[in-house]
């Protein structure tokens, strides 16, 4: 790493999900991405477990095991299409309604999105496995002379994938090029 690079993250942009075809122990495989627009923020939350075993007046063994990590995404905006792709509902070809369905199908997504950094570069991220479980509007109140929005929520789990156990893959951009790792998630077993 360079001196005087600062990897402190200051961004949060460019998010695409591609849904899962499948997630095995045989194999790996997603179809084509689609952006995800207007992304403002996520926040995770660690799902762990930990047992601690004593033994002669002390700990012997402390064992911590990963579950995952809830996340929520906010968005700025969110249109009917989207939501009934993240599976919750369906748009009726006639009347262009959302029939909506607030329990959502639980669709399995790899995800990848970049942060910016302090000193202007980026850190890249693909997580393999995102099951959506909520889409949530976080309120609806009066315009009023505000600049704020009613955003929109999209809560769900990062688990690892079934076929490494790997929840997903980290890389800092050296160059603008290094950008379009961003654009496709690889499929396992790789085919020659």
């Known amino acids: 790493m360079a001196a005087n690079k600062k990897l402190a993250l200051q961004g949060?942009?460019?998010?695409?999900?591609?849904?899962?075809i499948k997630n095995s122990s045989e194999g790996y495989e997603v179809g084509e991405g689609f952006d995800l627009p207007e992304?403002?923020?996520m926040t995770k939350e660690t799902d762990a477990s930990e047992t601690k075993i004593y033994a002669d007046d002390r700990l012997y063994?402390?064992?911590?095991?990963?579950?995952?990590?809830k996340v929520t995404i906010t968005v700025a905006e969110m249109d009917l299409e989207l939501m009934a792709k993240l599976g919750f509902g369906e748009i009726d070809p006639e009347?262009?309604?959302l029939k909506w369905n607030p329990q959502g199908k639980n669709n399995e997504y790899a995800?990848?999105?970049?942060c910016a950094t302090a000193?202007?570069?980026?850190?890249?991220?693909k997580m393999f496995s995102f099951?959506?479980?909520?889409?949530?509007?976080t309120g609806v109140k009066t315009k009023g002379d505000g600049s704020e929005i009613n955003a929109y929520q999209i809560v769900g789990t990062f688990?690892?994938?079934?076929?490494?156990?790997?929840p997903g893959e980290i890389k800092d951009t050296e160059s603008a090029a290094d950008l379009v790792w961003l654009d496709t998630i690889e499929t396992l077993p790789e085919t020659p």
């Not at 949060?12 to 899962?20: E, M």
């Not at 000193?119 to 991220?125: E, K, N």
């Open 119 to 125: 000193s202007g570069d980026y850190r890249m991220y």
């Open 61 to 69: 063994l402390n064992m911590k095991s990963w579950n995952g990590l």
């Open 12 to 20: 949060f942009s460019r998010l695409k999900l591609f849904p899962v």
């Open 39 to 41: 992304a403002q923020e």
């Open 131 to 137: 099951t959506v479980s909520e889409i949530n509007e």
């Open 95 to 97: 009347t262009k309604a």
């Open 159 to 166: 688990t690892k994938r079934a076929m490494d156990g790997s």
């Open 111 to 114: 995800l990848s999105f970049r």
